[in-house]
T-cell receptor, first 112, second 114 residues
């Protein structure tokens, strides 16, 4: 089954404790991205990757890092989380062009 | 600046009634237009998209949308809603040569009255 998986689905942490949210897709997609979703703001893109070893900032990259060492994986790293990063995070992937973006189930992060 | 506006934060309709969700965009280039749906606790799923051609596009789950260039709109419609349509709906816009980035509206939450 074609899918995007994220782990963990829920995470509660404390300020300053480094964390990684994993994202993996099994569709051999080149394009992957991370979004955060906050009430009233829709989805805002954090980072995206056009292919392996090619990443670029989206609209709200501050406080986040990503890496793309393999085509299937695109982890999101918060080196020193802060409460304003409490949000719902989605990973997405799609093939060439403006084809359908496939979304993961989301990770709800709470930073205390 | 590029933007997508969904004017209605919430919409309540009765089951069986018709539905129209509004989406307006501001974009300099020829837009690629999308509607996605997010069911409670789920990720987003593509309902339909418009790239070119016929301005009335059909999607999944009985939804359709009409692109009106003169009004910079891409409104989503359904003739008769079902309780399972209760969800949040997002309009998104992209453009050629923009690295496939999408600009998203803030979403419209659809509530179905029995």
């Amino acid at each position: 089954e074609a899918q995007v998986t994220q782990n963990p689905r829920y995470l509660i942490t404390v300020t300053g404790k480094k964390l990684t949210v994993t994202c993996s897709q099994n569709m051999n997609h080149e394009y992957m991205s991370w979004y955060r979703q906050d009430p009233g703001l829709g989805l805002r893109q954090i980072y995206y990757s056009m292919n392996v070893e090619v990443t670029d900032k989206g609209d709200v990259p501050e406080g986040y890092k990503v890496s793309r060492k393999e085509k299937r994986n695109f982890p999101l790293i918060l080196e020193s989380p802060s409460p304003n990063q409490t949000s719902l995070y989605f990973c997405a992937s799609n093939g060439p062009g403006y084809n359908e973006q496939f979304f993961g189930p989301g990770t709800r992060l709470t930073v205390l | 600046a590029q933007s997508v506006t969904q004017p209605d934060i919430h919409i309540t309709v009765s089951e069986g009634a018709s539905l129209e969700l509004r989406c307006n965009y501001s974009y300099g280039a020829t837009p690629y237009l999308f509607w996605y749906v997010q069911s409670p606790g789920q990720g987003l799923q593509l309902l339909l998209k418009y790239f070119s051609g016929d301005t009335l596009v059909q999607g999944i789950k009985g939804f359709e949308a009409e692109f009106k260039r003169s009004q910079s709109s891409f409104n989503l419609r359904k003739p008769s809603v079902h309780w399972s349509d209760a969800a949040e709906y997002f309009c998104a816009v992209g453009a050629k040569d923009s690295n496939y980035q999408l600009i998203w509206g803030a979403g419209t939450k659809l509530i179905i009255k029995p």
